[in-house]
């Protein structure tokens, strides 16, 4: 062999004539951005950036993401970007898909379609945003909305939010002698965007790239709404090391916790398969700080409730039907 074929910028050309593109090398979410060390989110975002190309219009909610990424004078995102407040992500991109929709119609931008995105965190989704996000889900429009979940307002500081699980110590519901930290179990967002009657709504986490990615690339298609969550493990809000930020996604999924299913036209599929046996809650309650001071028979009670839940989804997994079994019926 001589050395010329050694040559790396030749070996990677050749690399890319054999192997299928899997992944887009441009970076529309670029590094320098102002994250904590072991960010989910902001590895989810690049990750959702990469699969959507360059065609994509983004607005997104006030939060962490839109504060680490555009810290004046700079910018994070090689893609056009619009910060909205905190309420109106989902409003904000329903007038943007309006407005390509015209632009089309006249001939404006011939030949491209261009994707509206609309994301938020869970407390610009599940609680402050929810109202924007039904309306523009129901109004039909043709966009994708992705809830990155890091299951706390983090932004501001770790307050509860309607996705913050059970149990988990934050500074609006602290654990101490009286409390038990948050109270509430966390509002199951996927399953009431289902009930819209979305052609497509998944769930999915930065722990698994290529189905996260996958889902992003399936919603961009969909010429009409859809939804997809985002778990997005937060070190800084969890109180769990940086490092182990894609152990802990998976661990969610392995518990039977954070289960990643898609559900396209009312049939429900599971995209990665767990165990067959589900591992303890424990295992992913042990490493994470805000669970902390939670006691063996508090822990009984989330395993029970994560089961249940479990048990709901694999029902719907099991029985419902595609459009064509439904026909066949
Ligand atoms: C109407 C309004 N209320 C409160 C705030 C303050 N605020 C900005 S970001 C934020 C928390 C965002 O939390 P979340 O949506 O969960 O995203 P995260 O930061 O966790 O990614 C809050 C409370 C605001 N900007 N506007």
């Not at 404006?108 to 610009?124: L, W």
């Not at 402050?128 to 932004?155: K, P, T, W």
């Not at 992003?216 to 778990?231: E, M």
Request: charged share 20%; hydrophobic share 35%.
């Amino acid at each position: 062999m001589s050395t010329a074929n050694l040559n790396p910028k030749k070996l990677f050309e050749n690399f890319e004539l054999y192997v299928p593109k899997l992944i887009e090398k441009m970076e529309y979410f670029s590094p320098g951005h102002r994250a904590c060390q072991g960010c989910g989110e902001a590895l989810a975002i690049r990750l959702m950036c990469k699969a959507l190309g360059k065609d994509t219009v983004i607005t997104n909610a006030t939060g962490c993401m839109e504060v680490i990424s555009s810290l004046y004078p700079t910018t994070a995102w090689n893609l056009p970007w619009i910060h909205v407040a905190f309420p109106n992500s989902a409003s904000v991109g329903s007038g943007v898909s309006a407005g390509l929709k015209v632009l089309r119609r006249k001939g404006r931008i011939p030949d491209r379609y261009v994707k509206t995105v609309s994301i938020g965190g869970d407390g610009g989704t599940v609680d402050i945003g929810f109202q924007a996000l039904s309306g523009a889900m129901e109004r039909g429009h043709d966009m994708l909305y992705v809830c990155f979940d890091n299951e706390a307002y983090m932004n501001t500081g770790i307050q509860r939010s309607g996705a913050t699980p059970f149990g988990s110590s934050t500074t609006t519901a602290p654990a101490g002698k009286a409390s038990i930290g948050n109270k509430t179990w966390k509002k199951n967002v996927a399953e009431i965007m289902v009930e819209h009657g979305l052609p497509y709504v998944a769930t999915a986490c930065h722990s698994y790239p290529i189905d996260f990615m996958n889902k992003v690339k399936k919603a961009r298609s969909i010429k009409g709404p859809s939804y997809i969550h985002c778990l997005a493990v937060c070190p800084t809000g969890w109180r769990s090391t940086s490092e182990t930020c894609i152990k802990l996604g998976r661990l969610a999924l392995e518990a039977g916790i954070f289960p990643l299913y898609e559900v396209e036209y009312g049939k429900y599929k599971i995209t990665v398969d767990p165990p067959e046996k589900l591992r303890p809650v424990a295992d992913y309650i042990k490493p994470q700080g805000r669970f902390r001071h939670l006691t063996p028979d508090q822990i009984r009670g989330i395993q029970e409730r994560v089961l249940m839940e479990y048990n709901k989804l694999m029902n719907k997994v099991n029985h419902s039907k595609s459009w064509d079994e439904l026909k066949a019926l």
